[in-house]
């Protein structure tokens, strides 16, 4: 494991493989660990590097609100520190996020961008009271709603399906600190609308969305889509992809990055 220092925040991550340059984001309450799979697929061809987002996995919390504008500097400070000029960035709901906020912050270090069940789109009235129902949920019961929310992640009929690969994802959820929690929380609703990113098409646009997504609803998640360049891929299932539909995912995104 490696990492290295961000505004005196120690931030994680993994660099395996050579050739054009990969990044992986991880979504809210996970970690570089669930890209574990991936990385070793795509570093056969690539330079795959994964990244600790602030205040999860073994990257340290920077304050008590994580903008995404803090995510996407700490993602910077780890590609200059790899001597990394230019990536293909691919973020996982949060994940997108950050990932749009360093194509806003750094527009000549993106070559692709994908938004793998993730939205341009800033929160809604609606989304930001629950972001703030949240953090007081989280307060008063850590493990609670921390079980609770990876669980909701998945479509209904994947929630027996996949139970064990569920199980696994709310363990790794579980070592996130609460801190690292509320703060994303915070930086999450605050968040830029960056819509217009998306109708700019200065580099190529991936959309993959979930049918089912419990999270982001399909048919609004479309009209960011309409007029653009991006191209969009929809599965029949819900908000982590990577582990619903992994095996689709693994060709969409190789075909993506060549």
Known sequence: MNHILYKNTKISYTDTGKGKAIVLLHGFLENKKMWSEYADLFSEKYRVVTIDLLGHGESDCL????????????????????????????????????????????????????????????????????????IKAVKQNYVAFVSLAIANLFSENNRTRLEEEIEKVKTEALKTPLQGIIASQEGMKIRKDREELVRKNLFPILFILGKKDPVLNYEESLSQIEDTTAELVSFEDGHMSQIENKEELKTVLLDFFV
Do not use: W
Not at 94 to 100: E, H, K, N, T
Not at 111 to 119: A, D, F, G, I, M
């Open 63 to 134: 304050g008590y609100v994580h903008k995404m504008e803090d995510n996407a500097g700490a993602v910077n400070a780890v590609l200059e520190n790899l001597n990394i000029e230019k990536a293909i960035i691919v973020g996982h709901s949060m994940g997108g996020y950050v990932g749009l906020a360093f194509a806003e912050l750094y527009p000549k270090k993106i070559q692709k961008l994908v938004l793998l069940n993730s939205t341009s789109k800033e929160d809604s009235k609606e989304r930001k009271l629950n972001r703030t129902r949240a």
